[in-house]
């Protein structure tokens, strides 16, 4: 059992776990327990078998809605092991719950502890986020775990939508997502302004992507030339069909680490744009070097020249 209830990249990531347990154990069966809202990116990623969504901020809120997610899932497998992400204690008590004989997380608080098979950590020399998620694989089999490319397996009818939405699209299409959840480092809208007309200029669709009333303000709020350019679509697309968009497309330009992380699944070319210049952080967090992507950070993250020159040798 897999529980990582954080957020979209989060989710994502934690495929690098999902895998290594395949590969050591091609016949196990992984439930993953998802927070609800990402509950597509989980169920499509490679070594995923089944997800349990968590509404953890609806539904499953209240401790007694918590209490009754545990009972509806109770005595449904017999885990022999469970892998919490994100020092997650309602996890590790899910996990103790359904009778998980060995838990393993990167420990955090005293209380949580006392669940965990595992004590301190060790990663060697493991320092990216997603390999430490996939360390744990080797916590418990004692074998190797593998710094892997995560893959998430598009639907379908997630293809067919966006083969529709495009059918009258003419030029290869360059995706933006200028928003995060952090407003501080969202793109300016002069930035995003700039960028769409390079990458019209140079025989592209510049499109953006984004999610919820603020992606539409955003995009609301750009220059009247910009939208003249700039396809819109953000608010039209499930998760699947955001990676389906993606996979479309010839390369996405990213302040949003989840969107970032799923462009990289689906073996996308990356720009990831973060403002931030400090280099143990860009080891822990930027895309890895066997991804095709590339960070623009610091200074350079605010001059649409030098991330449309980063960008475009993907586009060629």
Known sequence: MI??????????????????????????????????PFADAARYLNGVDEVWPLDKKGSDRSVWSKYTFLKK???????DAAFIMWQNFFGALAAKFWGAKKIYAEPGALW???????????????????????????????????????????????????????Q?????????????????????????????????RAGYTPGMVGCGIAATRY????????RKILRNFSNRT?????????????????????????????NVPLVFVVYR???????????KSFYRAVTVSHEQAFKADDIWRAGKKWCF
Not at 7 to 22: E, Q, R
Not at 219 to 226: G, N, R
Not at 280 to 286: D, G, K, P, S
């Open 168 to 200: 009258h699209e003419g030029r290869p299409l360059v995706l933006i997502n200028p928003l995060t959840k952090n407003k501080k480092k969202d793109f300016s809208l002069s930035l995003v302004a700039a960028l769409a007309q390079q990458i019209d």
């Open 112 to 166: 949580q502890r006392f669940f965990l098979t595992n004590g301190a950590i060790d990663f060697k020399h493991w320092v990216h986020v997603q390999d430490k998620i996939a360390y744990l694989s080797e916590l418990y089999s004692h074998m190797p775990m593998e710094s892997m490319k995560i893959r998430y397996h598009i639907p379908d009818e997630a293809m067919s939508y966006v083969e529709k939405m495009l």
């Open 73 to 79: 899932y109770d005595r449904r497998y017999v885990f």
């Open 238 to 266: 499930t998760i699947p069909q955001l990676a389906a968009l993606l996979a479309a497309s010839r390369l996405l330009i990213s302040a949003d680490t989840g969107t970032a992380h799923l462009a990289l699944t689906v």
């Open 3 to 36: 529980f990582s209830a954080a957020y979209f990249g989060d989710t994502l990531m934690t495929g690098a776990l999902c895998m290594n347990l395949k590969r050591m154990y091609p016949q196990c069966h992984i439930v993953f327990v998802v927070n609800k």
């Open 219 to 226: 995009y609301d709020a750009l220059p009247p030339e910009t």
């Open 277 to 287: 210049n400090e280099p143990y952080r860009l080891r822990r967090w930027a895309p």
